[in-house]
């Protein structure tokens, strides 16, 4: 099959699951127009995804010539559907949601995506999550372009389903996949009941490089890894907080904080504030290798995040054999189980965080070891990139087909 993925930035730091995604179902054979709206992070340093930066067609590297003829181009093909498109924009003035604005320059995207599809001769557009992309990969059919599909991951998208339109997104797609059983339950809130059929769970995923690299974890070590874009969402800072109240029982612990993002200064001053910058690393962007190298010298992996979809760092700490501490959030649950592989807490509760770090540290490196088998061996039933491709190929086939 010819496919197109289309993203609203590509490659992204923190989306090393669309990449994997898209190499996965190269290697079955079939050939993947890579686009994105947006250029690729300023944090893209693994040399993976330079290559994949490099294979991909940016709206925003187009001049506004080529964005022109691209539109003058489909109005010339199917000037009905394009005035259909601009006519519904004006209608949508007072709707939740993009402005009219922002509806005209998806529709400058799909014009021009539109060409860079009919030239390469796509036959299915798949859009990684139900906001911008989806938006334009809806415009792009209308237009006459291919069907398209979505992966929807969450929580952004549940927080505006209205203004996302997310019901009327599934409504047109030939499938919508959703990244844990949690968001098809969010979905199904906002999509009619006939749709429903549309909706499978496609889980994101890791491959069997992250299995290969587990190993023991090292009785002496007292490192909590926690990797992460630094903002609100993923709660760093009632992670700081819980930490100093471990160190303030005179325990001996070191926290690093992978990642980089728009509350690093609060981060760092929520640090110094508690006076405990001799045993908090912030990394600032790493690539997929140092990540993995963080994750073989910790002793457990933290994500105390307050809104998520599912995430895929849990999978990797997972499949190399880390457990986990994370929260009672979103699709969290559905990976991470208590008493098994991982610790979970209530979002934002800080001395429930501090518990679940002491019961770590106190855990000896047998118990932990135990918890991270069986963390990997639900990874590699639910989360195992070969298994999760097969799906998606199969749903791909058969839109494809019917289409």
């Known amino acids: 099959m010819k496919l197109a993925y289309l993203t609203g930035q590509y490659p992204k730091v ?28 300023s944090g893209v340093v693994d040399p993976v995804d330079v290559d994949e930066r490099e294979k991909t067609t940016v709206f925003f590297h187009a001049s506004k010539l080529q964005w022109l003829s691209a539109f003058f181009a489909a109005f010339a093909r199917t000037p009905g559907a394009l005035i259909s498109e601009l006519v519904n924009a004006l209608m949508k003035l007072r ?46 059919e209308n237009l006459g372009g ?53 909706l499978e769970v496609i889980h994101c995923s890791v491959d069997e490089s992250f299995f290969e690299e587990a190993g023991p974890i090292d009785e002496a070590c007292v490192t909590f890894t926690c990797v992460g874009r630094l903002c609100a969402q993923k709660g760093q800072l009632m992670l700081v907080d819980a930490f100093a109240a471990l160190l303030a029982e005179g325990r001996k612990a070191k926290l690093v904080l992978a990642g980089d993002g728009e509350m690093r200064a609060d981060v760092e001053a929520r640090v110094r504030e508690h006076g405990i910058g001799d045993h908090v690393e912030i990394t600032g962007w790493i690539n997929e290798r140092q990540v993995r190298e963080y994750l073989e010298a910790s002793r457990c992996m933290v994500l105390p995040s307050f809104a998520e979809g599912l995430p895929v760092v849990i999978m990797e700490a997972f499949a190399m054999g880390r457990p986990v501490i994370s929260t009672y959030t979103a699709g969290i649950p559905e990976l991470v189980r208590e008493g098994h592989n991982g610790w979970l807490v209530p979002a934002g509760d800080v001395p429930a965080l501090t518990g679940a770090l002491r019961e770590a540290l106190a855990s000896s490196a047998s118990e932990l070891d135990a918890r991270g088998r069986d963390g990997a061996k639900r990874v590699r039933e639910q989360h195992f990139v070969d298994t999760e491709v097969a799906r998606l190929e199969a749903l791909l086939r058969k839109a494809v087909g019917e289409a």
């Open 14 to 41: 923190s989306h090393t699951f669309v990449r994997r995604e898209i190499l996965g179902l190269e290697a079955l054979g079939h050939d993947v127009v890579r686009l994105s709206v947006r250029e690729a992070d």
């Open 146 to 198: 291919p069907g398209f599909s979505m992966t929807v991951h969450g929580p952004d998208e549940f927080d505006d389903p209205l203004g996302h339109e997310l019901g009327e997104k599934v409504a047109a797609s030939r499938f919508t996949a959703a990244i844990s059983s949690y968001t098809t339950g969010q979905l199904r809130r906002w999509v009619a009941t006939p749709h429903w059929n549309k």
């Open 95 to 140: 709707a939740p949601g993009p402005g009219f604005t922002q509806r005209i320059a998806y529709l400058l995207e799909a014009t021009f995506f539109l060409e860079v599809l009919r030239k390469e001769g796509v036959q299915h557009l798949h859009a990684h999550f139900g906001r911008n992309a989806a938006s334009v990969a809806r415009i792009i």
